[in-house]
């Protein structure tokens, strides 16, 4: 009974990913070539479904869409949010190096320990926290949302970054280099699990919603002060 | 301007008070027993208006002087609590009062004359009335004029020139944050620059500016600037025209056929811009477009400015420019 068991977990582990390690072009055929095309050319829109190529964009947009669960979508039209994907972790890969293989960049791979925190605070400054502000909690753009980065992984930004993914403008090497990357990783890396000495963040929205919580705190407390020292005259 | 606008002011008070010739009293009985003269309140009244106009005055010096904002709230602050503590003093000192118990009555023409006649006699006693007026008319005036000084920071009304002042000339070189010079090359899609004119003081309100890439085919740029984008590259003032922020945000869709079109937002109040038609306001508080710089590409493919910007850059007062 328990070597059946135990050869059964082995063969469900096992054997999707040996599947799957071939079956990217079928994965492709499946779920992205309605909109995407055949070999990545793209379908024009005017259809019922269309979207854009994917030759050129290299396994680093392919990575990052099937990762986040930006992709697959519904409709062109709908704005991608972060979801669990419906792909397996070996057929993500298997996808990965089939659009891959249209051409394009390959996945960076981002060395948060090099970056510098400080350096990373004023780049992500300058160049994030307008729309994802500077907690990186995400916020609101004409058309669209910014996502909130407490679950992004380090490849995950050093990919956004690059590619640019929904409304958000990429970054080309000029602008920021890989060591720059490497540094926005760090920062965002601390907004994740940021050192909340007084015990409480509230979401780490900073100072004027902090006071405002103190202030409504402080108030309360005054005001039962007031109830139990004070006594209506009889 | 601001002189003859004080002075038109003076002349409107003046008519007015004109028109209001004193009333002659009814005869007949007085309703109101005469109080006793109080001439140390009055004089304190006259004092506290007279106060009052100087502090009114006082704010449109400051504000002429382009003071700071606190001082300014300071001086008409206090001018308005002289302004309360005189109306306090004149209705509780200077004036009888006559407290009628009946319940609030449908007024009969012979109470609502009655009533008047209350009101012109409660002031009789007064000993100092010319002073009083003519104080309380000070203090009206200057606090009008105070008032309708900032009417003077909507600019510059015969010489604009200095609004369109900015360091860009023929020739200059672009340059990045780091002082590298930008070249055509650079300016990817979907990417945003931010550049400057080479060796000029960056905190000129009128030297920062972004550039970008559009598709040529998209350009829809007013008919006179038909040779400012070479390459589909546009370059526009980074300064926002509502509340003069950085417009530090490009909005660069993916893909374009099901996305909102590319724009320059300024993260401050959402002012939203379109690159491809001239820097026209698509969405948000934003009052004009953002001013255009004419660019053209140097003999080693480096971006050079043809002139300088389409418009006034900056928001629309006129002390940002200072």
Same mark, same amino acid.
């Given at each position: 009974?328990k070597?059946?068991?135990?050869?059964?977990a082995f063969?469900?582990?096992?054997?999707?990913?040996?599947?799957g390690?071939?079956? =990217?072009g079928?994965?492709?055929?499946?779920?992205?070539?309605?909109?995407?095309?055949? =070999? =990545?050319?793209?379908?024009p829109?005017?259809g019922?479904?269309?979207?854009?190529p994917?030759?050129?964009?290299g396994?680093?947009?392919?990575?990052?869409?099937?990762?986040? !669960?930006y992709?697959?979508?519904?409709?062109?039209?709908?704005?991608?949010?972060?979801?669990?994907?419906?792909?397996?972790?070996?057929e993500?890969?298997?996808?990965?190096?089939?659009i891959?293989?249209f051409?394009?960049?390959?996945?960076p &791979?981002?060395?948060? *320990?090099r970056?510098?925190?400080?350096?990373?605070? &004023?780049?992500?400054?300058?160049?994030c926290?307008?729309?994802?502000?500077?907690?990186?909690?995400?916020?609101?753009?004409v058309?669209?949302?910014?996502?909130?980065?407490a679950?992004s992984?380090?490849?995950?930004i050093?990919?956004?970054?690059?590619?640019g993914p929904?409304?958000?403008p990429r970054?080309?090497?000029?602008?920021?280099? %890989?060591?720059?990357?490497?540094s926005?990783?760090?920062y965002?890396?601390l907004?994740?699990?940021? %050192?909340?000495r007084g015990?409480?963040?509230?979401?780490?929205?900073?100072?004027?919603?902090?006071?405002?919580?103190?202030?409504?705190?402080?108030?309360?407390?005054?005001v039962?002060?007031?109830?139990?020292?004070?006594?209506?005259e009889? | 301007? &601001?002189r003859?606008?004080?002075?038109?002011?003076?002349?409107l008070?003046?008519?007015l008070g004109?028109?209001?010739?004193?009333r002659?009293?009814?005869?007949?009985?007085?309703?109101?027993?005469?109080?006793?003269?109080?001439? !140390?309140?009055?004089?304190?009244?006259?004092?506290?208006?007279?106060?009052?106009?100087?502090?009114?005055?006082v704010?449109?010096?400051l504000?002429? !002087?382009?003071?700071?904002?606190?001082?300014?709230g300071?001086a008409?602050?206090?001018?308005f609590?002289?302004?309360?503590v005189?109306?306090?003093?004149?209705?509780f000192?200077?004036?009888?009062?006559?407290?009628?118990?009946e319940?609030?009555p449908?007024?009969?023409?012979? *109470?609502?004359?009655?009533?008047?006649q209350?009101?012109?006699?409660s002031?009789?006693?007064?000993?100092r009335?010319?002073?009083?007026?003519?104080?309380?008319?000070?203090?009206?005036?200057?606090?009008?004029?105070?008032?309708?000084?900032?009417?003077?920071a909507?600019g510059?009304v015969?010489?604009?020139?200095?609004?369109?002042?900015?360091?860009w000339?023929?020739?200059?070189?672009l340059? %990045?944050?780091?002082?590298?010079?930008?070249?055509?090359?650079?300016? *990817?899609?979907n990417t945003l620059?931010?550049a400057?004119?080479?060796?000029?003081?960056?905190?000129?309100?009128?030297a920062?500016?972004?550039?970008?890439?559009v598709?040529?085919?998209?350009?829809?740029?007013?008919?006179d600037?038909?040779?400012?984008?070479?390459?589909?590259?546009?370059?526009?003032?980074?300064?926002?025209?509502?509340?003069?922020?950085?417009?530090?945000?490009?909005?660069?869709?993916?893909f374009?056929?099901?996305?909102p079109r590319?724009?320059?937002v300024?993260?401050?109040?959402y002012?939203?811009?379109d690159?491809a038609?001239?820097g026209?306001?698509?969405?948000?508080?934003?009052g004009?477009?953002?001013?255009?710089?004419p660019?053209?590409?140097?003999?080693?493919?480096?971006?050079?400015a043809? =002139?300088?910007f389409?418009g006034?850059?900056?928001?629309?007062?006129? !002390?940002?420019r200072?």
């Amino acid at each position: 009974m328990k070597p059946a068991l135990l050869i059964a977990a082995f063969l469900a582990l096992v054997l999707p990913q040996l599947g799957g390690a071939d079956s =990217g072009g079928d994965l492709y055929l499946q779920h992205c070539a309605s909109c995407h095309g055949r =070999g =990545g050319a793209g379908v024009p829109p005017g259809g019922e479904h269309f979207g854009p190529p994917l030759q050129g964009v290299g396994e680093q947009a392919a990575d990052f869409y099937l990762r986040t !669960g930006y992709m697959p979508v519904q409709e062109a039209s709908q704005e991608p949010v972060r979801k669990s994907s419906p792909f397996s972790d070996a057929e993500i890969r298997s996808l990965v190096t089939y659009i891959g293989s249209f051409g394009g960049p390959p996945i960076p &791979k981002p060395q948060p *320990e090099r970056g510098s925190t400080s350096q990373g605070l &004023k780049l992500f400054t300058e160049n994030c926290a307008g729309c994802h502000q500077v907690a990186a909690q995400g916020g609101l753009v004409v058309g669209g949302t910014a996502p909130r980065l407490a679950d992004s992984t380090p490849t995950e930004i050093a990919e956004a970054v690059r590619v640019g993914p929904y409304l958000m403008p990429r970054f080309t090497r000029r602008q920021l280099s %890989d060591r720059d990357v490497d540094s926005i990783v760090r920062y965002v890396q601390l907004t994740q699990n940021p %050192d909340n000495r007084g015990g409480w963040g509230i979401a780490n929205l900073g100072p004027i919603p902090e006071g405002l919580v103190a202030w409504l705190l402080a108030g309360g407390a005054l005001v039962g002060i007031a109830v139990l020292i004070g006594g209506r005259e009889r | 301007m &601001k002189r003859f606008g004080s002075w038109a002011i003076a002349g409107l008070v003046l008519l007015l008070g004109r028109g209001q010739r004193r009333r002659q009293l009814p005869p007949g009985k007085p309703v109101v027993e005469g109080g006793s003269p109080a001439p !140390g309140s009055e004089l304190v009244v006259v004092g506290l208006l007279l106060l009052a106009a100087a502090l009114a005055v006082v704010f449109i010096v400051l504000f002429a !002087g382009r003071a700071n904002t606190q001082l300014l709230g300071l001086a008409l602050g206090l001018c308005f609590a002289a302004l309360a503590v005189a109306s306090v003093l004149t209705a509780f000192r200077l004036l009888s009062s006559e407290v009628d118990d009946e319940p609030y009555p449908e007024l009969h023409p012979f *109470e609502a004359a009655e009533i008047e006649q209350i009101a012109v006699e409660s002031g009789q006693h007064l000993t100092r009335r010319k002073l009083l007026v003519l104080a309380a008319g000070a203090a009206g005036t200057a606090l009008a004029v105070a008032l309708l000084a900032p009417l003077a920071a909507l600019g510059p009304v015969f010489d604009t020139s200095r609004l369109r002042r900015d360091p860009w000339r023929k020739g200059m070189r672009l340059v %990045d944050a780091n002082g590298r010079v930008l070249r055509a090359n650079d300016i *990817e899609l979907n990417t945003l620059h931010t550049a400057f004119p080479e060796g000029v003081d960056r905190e000129n309100l009128a030297a920062p500016i972004v550039v970008v890439r559009v598709e040529p085919a998209r350009l829809d740029l007013p008919a006179d600037r038909s040779d400012w984008a070479p390459g589909g590259i546009v370059a526009y003032s980074k300064i926002c025209t509502h509340a003069a922020c950085a417009v530090a945000l490009y909005r660069a869709p993916h893909f374009e056929p099901s996305r909102p079109r590319p724009a320059l937002v300024c993260p401050c109040h959402y002012s939203t811009f379109d690159p491809a038609t001239g820097g026209t306001v698509l969405f948000g508080p934003a009052g004009r477009p953002l001013p255009q710089l004419p660019l053209a590409v140097g003999r080693r493919g480096e971006l050079i400015a043809r =002139g300088g910007f389409s418009g006034p850059v900056g928001p629309s007062w006129s !002390g940002v420019r200072e």
